[in-house]
T-cell receptor, first 114, second 109 residues
């Protein structure tokens, strides 16, 4: 049982490049989330999903896109990378609503945009 | 007023000491409260939920004060391994959670 798996762990992008951060969970959780954490700041919700085929915006969705074609996978897409997207990205899942249930986090992706 | 506010610290305490953190929240309609622990460059992990009646888990005690809109975390008999950042988390409307910036704790020998 791997939990929540994120890849890659580290990535450097040039301005304007695109990439997809991968996230997979093997706990059959319906709820999945993408957060970003800037240095010295709290986690900010980018997008979330309450089940396959259903996604919605969080607090800071601009510059990102997501899809949820299966229960297990919730990739995050950056289309035109900007320096403001330099951050640590965490994917998380929960069996029920994140507001009431424990969140299980992946180990994070450190992204630098130069 | 920020939605979730914490004193960033750092709190430097010797082993065996008792230390307490407070966290204030602005949304009086919030229903769910948590403390997460985050080690340096690692993912957050749930430390404990916070219930209205207060709850204890070993050396850790969490309290909720709805009237004053704050939650607290008390750590007794601090261990070196308790050194971490402690995140106060409060639910917003719907599915979202508000994470505080965290309080840094350093336990020294």
């Amino acid at each position: 049982n791997a939990g929540v798996t994120q890849t890659p762990k580290f990535r450097i992008l040039k301005i304007g490049q695109s990439m997809t951060l991968q996230c997979a969970q093997d706990m059959n959780h319906n709820y999945m989330y993408w957060y970003r954490q800037d240095p010295g700041m709290g986690l900010k919700l980018i997008y979330y999903s309450v089940g396959a085929g259903i996604t919605d915006k969080g607090e800071v969705p601009n510059g990102y896109n997501v899809s949820r074609s299966t229960t297990e996978d919730f990739p995050l897409r950056l289309e035109l990378a900007a320096p403001s997207q330099t951050s640590v990205y965490f994917c998380a899942s929960s069996p029920g609503q994140g507001a009431r249930e424990k969140l299980f986090f992946g180990s994070g992706t450190q992204l630098s945009v130069l | 007023r920020k939605e979730v506010e914490q004193d960033p610290g750092p709190f430097n305490v010797p082993e065996g000491a008792t230390v307490a953190f407070n966290c204030t929240y602005s949304n009086s309609a919030s229903q769910s409260f948590f403390w997460y622990r985050q080690d340096c460059r690692k993912e957050p992990k749930l430390l404990m939920s916070v219930y209205s009646s207060g709850n204890e888990d070993g050396r850790f005690t969490a309290q909720l004060n709805r009237a004053s809109q704050y939650i607290s975390l008390l750590i007794r008999d601090s261990k070196l391994s308790d050194s971490a950042t402690y995140l106060c988390v409060v639910n917003r409307a719907g599915y979202a959670l508000n994470f505080g910036k965290g309080t840094s704790l350093l336990v020294t020998p």
